[in-house]
């Protein structure tokens, strides 16, 4: 299914084939991406779990989101809020608009099944253009404080490792985009 679509860019349902130009790409940047966790993914949207999106930029694979219908870890457990998971544009096609193309068919899918949408975001510099993206998208901090691995850390406690699984969870309320409301 396509999302969205202008002469450069069309945000569309991910092809199992996203996955190996993901590998390569996001390999040629340094990470250390693996083939299996885009196959995962996969196998998780044929059962219904999650919709995966592939940003194309004239004609090439830019970037994806993960978003997961039920949130399952995390202060938003059991909230029946869709959770938006593994958001990235590559690091060549960043700064052209995708990835708030990518955002905005996210967000549109989430309100199918809730009104707010979550995410968590890491808070290491690598982060940094994510975290104020989501803000100026109206994101906010849901008061639970930072998480590390899927477990919340408590005041004073020693978080040696600043990684991916450094986390700060933020939420939106979709219903009063749709609503027309004004903030």
């Not at 679509?5 to 945000?11: F, N």
């Not at 996969?42 to 694979?61: F, H, I």
């Not at 691995?149 to 004073?156: A, F, N």
Request: charged share 25%; hydrophobic share 35%; proline share 2%.
């Amino acid at each position: 299914m396509i999302y969205y679509q202008d002469k450069e860019l069309v945000i569309r349902d991910m092809e199992e084939a996203d996955g190996t130009v993901f590998v390569e790409e996001f390999t040629a940047q340094g990470w250390h991406p693996s083939l299996d966790y885009y196959q995962k993914r996969m196998q998780e949207r044929a059962e219904g779990k999650c919709a995966a999106l592939t940003a194309e930029y004239q004609g090439k694979q830019a970037g994806y989101v993960y978003l997961f219908l039920v949130t399952e870890e995390g202060p938003f457990a059991g909230k029946g809020w869709p959770i938006i998971v593994d958001f990235n544009v590559l690091k060549k096609y960043q700064r052209k608009g995708i990835g708030g193309r990518l955002m905005d068919a996210a967000e549109q899918i989430a309100g199918q099944y809730a009104d707010t949408v979550c995410l968590g975001v890491g808070l290491c510099e690598a982060y940094g253009s994510a975290q104020r993206m989501y803000v100026k998208r109206g994101y906010i901090p849901d008061g639970s404080g930072v998480w590390y691995q899927d477990r919340q850390c408590v005041q004073y406690e020693t978080v040696c490792t600043v990684d991916d699984d450094l986390v700060l969870f933020l939420y939106k309320k979709l219903q009063e985009e749709c609503s027309g409301k004004e903030n």
